[in-house]
Every structure is written in C-alpha cells, then in structure tokens.
C-alpha cells in the first residue's frame, strides 16, 4: 500500500468498542485497544494515502452467543448482510473521501 500510495484498512470491531458494559470488562477492553489501534493507524498512515477505518456493529444475528450458551433475544440485531453492505458502501467511495468510522445498529426502541 505504502509503494502504490493508496489503500484501506477496514476493521470491523463492535459497538463495544464504543460503550463500556457491565460484566463484559475484559471483552469491552479487547474492542477500545482496536479502537486505539485503528485511530492511531489513521493518523500514522493518512499521509501516505492509505486509508484505516473502523465500523462498529451493534448485536448481529450469528451463532456466537448459543455456541457459548448463552441465550440471546436477537429480535433486534443485525444481519451481517448489513454489515457487509456498510464494508461495500465504505470501500465504493472514491480514494479522495474518508469515513474514518461508522457505527450501524438495530433501532432502540
């Protein structure tokens, strides 16, 4: 990336990354280093024309928390069709436009 002068970083992190949650502490952490990280790696690589992004899903519809089991209402949560419909959206802008993070999620309510 650095020899074309162009590229992009994509990290798909969490909303987790975002909010702290109670009893999650640990798992919260691992999401804001990558927070860190994504926001440091934007500064540090902006003038080499490489773009470093962070998208923050809130709960998506996946087997993770029945793998483990926990049972989950996922009524509300996102399905990873719209998550890589962001990545598609995110990556089709023109090499001139950022977006530096977007968070998507389910309605409250």
Excluded: C, W
């Excluded at 640990?26 to 990558?34: P, W």
């Excluded at 998208?55 to 483990?68: A, D, H, I, Q």
């Excluded at 001139?96 to 977007?102: A, L």
């Amino acid at each position: 990336m650095e020899k074309q002068g162009k590229g992009e970083i994509l990290v798909v992190i969490s909303q987790a990354g975002l909010y702290g949650k109670a009893e999650r502490s640990v798992y919260n952490a691992t999401k804001f280093g990558l927070t860190g990280l994504v926001k440091s790696l934007s500064m540090e690589l902006a003038g080499k024309g490489i773009k470093v992004i962070g998208l923050y899903p809130g709960m998506m519809k996946t087997s993770m928390f029945e793998k483990v089991g926990i049972q989950k209402d996922m009524e509300k949560a996102i399905d990873p069709e719209v998550v890589a419909k962001s990545v598609d959206f995110i990556l089709s802008l023109p090499d001139t436009v950022v977006v530096p993070e977007m968070g998507i999620r389910h309605i409250l309510g």
